[in-house]
Antibody
């Protein structure tokens, strides 16, 4: 079955950097768009970024544009999120999610990992 | 950006009740609307996609309807495991906004 496991979260100081990883299994990773979605403590869900199957198409939320970089390694069945210039408001659980896309158009998030917590604090 | 507004923000109901949650988009999004369930401490789970299509493995007591700007999620007969927070999400265009959530509690 589909399995997504995030790692790399932790405590980081404002202005610092962190790299999240998501290991995928149970499906052909290279066939699917992938996405990062986050949830601040006690708050709702916020889409962060998505990447196409080949990595040629990438979109970011305005709140992270220029600071976060999404990437993938299809040979390793892995998704990444490089986060830099971190702010207190980036504190959240970060989920990776598989994207069901129709004709290269992202549609819905059909499988989610369990999330990894990123805390930005001095 | 498209704004998604859910109502109510919270509600209390009893096992066996029929419950309806609404989601309104700030502009027409066709049927590009999805619903997720989140149990505390767990990852969200897809329930309904494309406004009315039931994701595989989801009980048939869940249903979705609507198009354009107004959508509903209905649970026909609440079960104990349904008490959770529900989110709508538009997939019309980035940034794929989620609603603020509706917390469903036991009365």
């Amino acid at each position: 079955q589909v399995h997504l496991v995030e790692s790399g979260g932790g405590l980081v100081k404002p202005g610092g950097s962190l790299r999240l990883s998501c290991a995928a299994s149970g499906f052909t990773f290279s066939d699917y768009y992938m996405s990062w979605i986050r949830q601040a403590p006690g708050k709702g869900l916020e889409w962060v970024s998505y990447i196409s199957t080949s990595g040629n198409t990438i979109y970011y939320a305005d709140s992270v544009k220029g600071r976060f970089t999404i990437s993938r390694d299809n040979a390793k069945n892995s998704l990444y999120l490089q986060m830099s210039s971190l702010r207190a408001e980036d504190t959240a659980v970060y989920y990776c999610a598989r994207v069901f896309a129709v004709v290269r158009r992202p549609d819905y998030f059909d499988y989610w990992g369990q999330g990894t917590l990123v805390t930005v604090s001095s | 950006d498209i704004q998604m507004t859910q109502s109510p923000s919270s509600l209390s109901a009893s096992v066996g009740d029929r419950v309806t949650i609404t989601c309104r988009a700030s502009q027409s999004i066709g049927s590009y609307l999805n619903w997720y369930q989140q149990i505390p401490g767990k990852a969200p789970k897809l329930l309904i996609y494309s406004a009315s299509s039931l994701q595989g493995g989801v009980p048939s007591r869940f249903s979705g309807s609507g198009s354009g700007t107004d959508f509903t999620l209905t649970i026909s007969s609440l079960q104990p495991e349904d008490f959770a927070t529900y989110y709508c999400q538009e997939s019309y265009r980035a940034p794929y906004t989620f609603g603020q959530g509706t917390k469903l509690a036991i009365k």
